[in-house]
Nanobody, 116 residues
């Protein structure tokens, strides 16, 4: 089993920044894909950004390109999402995801609210 613990959500004004963290523990494999998804009220969960193990290839939703940056610290089994120039439409619950060994694991989610 893998446990994912997220932190860093909160309330921020439009144009502001937040940094989310997701720490993985348990039965950790060295080959994985970790990412962030979000779900706004009444909408489906969508991919925000993800990063692969090894070469660290990243992938972003078009709506966040140029504003969000995903990064990882393999020594800490942690992935980060730096979110800049936040917009009200970024408001959602953000979920950390880890895909390894054919299994998907999810964090409990952290609320991000962008509002003046």
């Amino acid at each position: 089993q893998v446990q994912l613990v997220e932190s860093g959500g909160g309330l921020v004004q439009p144009g502001g920044s937040l940094r989310l963290s997701c720490a993985a523990s348990g039965r950790i494999f060295s080959i994985y894909v970790m990412g962030w998804y979000r779900q706004a009220p009444g909408k489906q969960r969508e991919l925000v950004a993800r990063v692969t193990s090894g070469s660290g290839i990243t992938d972003y939703a078009d709506s966040v390109k140029g504003r969000f940056t995903i990064s990882r610290d393999n020594a800490k089994n942690t992935v980060y999402l730096q979110m800049n120039s936040l917009k009200p439409e970024d408001t959602a619950v953000y979920y950390c995801n880890r895909d390894q060994g054919g299994y998907n694991y999810w964090g409990q989610g952290t609320q991000v609210t962008v509002s003046s």
